[in-house]
């Protein structure tokens, strides 16, 4: 994926579900939350694998 697409995914997946609960504050800052800390996951995975090898 991407760089910055778990963030656009947190992002639309917590607009949904806020829309569906009728909370999208609370749904919305969870989806960037989520997103972004699943992007710093994968940068951090990535630079591991690199200095591994």
């Not at 991407?2 to 656009?8: E, H, Q, W, Y």
């Not at 579900?17 to 009728?22: F, P, S």
């Not at 909370?23 to 200095?51: C, E, H, P, R």
Request: glycine share 16%; net charge positive; hydrophobic share 45%.
């Amino acid at each position: 994926m991407k760089k910055g697409m778990g963030t656009a995914l947190g992002i639309a997946i917590g607009a949904a579900i806020g829309v569906v609960t009728d909370n999208i504050g609370l749904w919305l800052s969870l989806g960037i939350v989520f997103g972004v800390s699943y992007d710093a996951m994968q940068a951090k995975k990535g630079t591991k694998l690199k200095k591994d090898t």
